[in-house]
């Protein structure tokens, strides 16, 4: 279990005109993608923001020993990463900490369900991160196109 996002983009007409030029690794672009995705996610932890940049709701723990919300140990925090599809047609960036879903989205937890999470939605792509990625797509493509 855990939390996942898959990102991916329809660039077939650009992957076909580059076939033809030769066979071009969408791969590293991708990686770049996901390793910049990565360092979002680190920074929304950082400064305690979900991905619109709304802050977090405080955790009790956090607010009882003077912490950050969803940082105790790091653990969930450091369990985001990506990987890139084999064929290099995208990426999936996300968690396999089985906490990341019931903080992402909130809901019930606890013995009898009785605790109820508030969502604190770390992941995720705002307009900032779309622009960072069509740069990111963009610089890519004018550095392996002639």
């Known amino acids: 279990m855990g939390l996942s996002l898959k990102y991916s983009i329809d660039d077939k007409a650009a992957r076909e005109f580059l076939k033809r030029l030769g066979n071009v690794d969408t791969a590293p672009m991708f990686d770049e993608i996901g390793a910049y995705l990565d360092s979002e996610v680190a920074l929304r932890f950082a400064q305690s923001i979900d991905w619109e940049g709304n802050p977090l709701q405080p955790s009790q723990r956090a607010e009882r020993e ?81």
């Open 66 to 146: 003077g912490g950050k919300t969803l940082v105790d140990f790091g653990h969930l925090r450091d369990s985001y990463t990506h990987n890139v599809f084999a064929d290099g047609s995208g990426v999936e960036h996300g968690s396999n900490s089985i906490y990341a879903a019931i903080h992402q989205f909130g809901g019930k937890t606890g013995r009898n369900l009785a605790v109820e999470m508030p969502i604190r939605a770390v992941m995720g792509i705002n307009a900032d991160d779309e622009a960072e990625i069509d740069g990111i797509v963009e610089d890519y493509y004018r550095a392996v196109m002639p």
